[in-house]
């Protein structure tokens, strides 16, 4: 399941980069977790869809392919798994989303 929130959220950061856009991954892992961020040079997201952006058939644009629902799903299976994902814009960089799951 994990595996899929991966493929979920890299296949988002790759869609939403522009034409010569980047996509960096970062791990962290300490003795009690396990951090993964996933970032890119896309547009910020606006500040009012933030908190939307993990709903059920959310989508923020309309002209690439999806029902809406890869968030959603990535972030259930984070928390079924007793972690937190959550977004952030980085001023000058883009989109960040990061992960966080217990280690145990």
């Not at 959603?72 to 989109?95: C, R, T």
């Amino acid at each position: 399941m994990i595996k899929e929130v991966v493929n979920n959220l890299l296949s988002n950061a790759i869609k939403y980069i522009p034409e010569l856009g980047w996509v960096t991954v970062d791990a962290f892992i300490s003795d009690k977790f396990i951090r993964v961020e996933f970032v890119n040079n896309s547009e910020n997201i606006p500040l009012d869809k933030l908190s939307e952006i993990f709903n059920k058939f959310k989508r923020l644009e309309n002209d690439h392919d999806g029902a809406g629902l890869g968030l959603a799903i990535a972030k259930d299976i984070v928390e079924l798994h007793g972690g937190e994902i959550w977004v952030e814009n980085s001023p000058n960089m883009g989109v960040k989303f990061i992960v966080v799951l217990p280690r145990d």
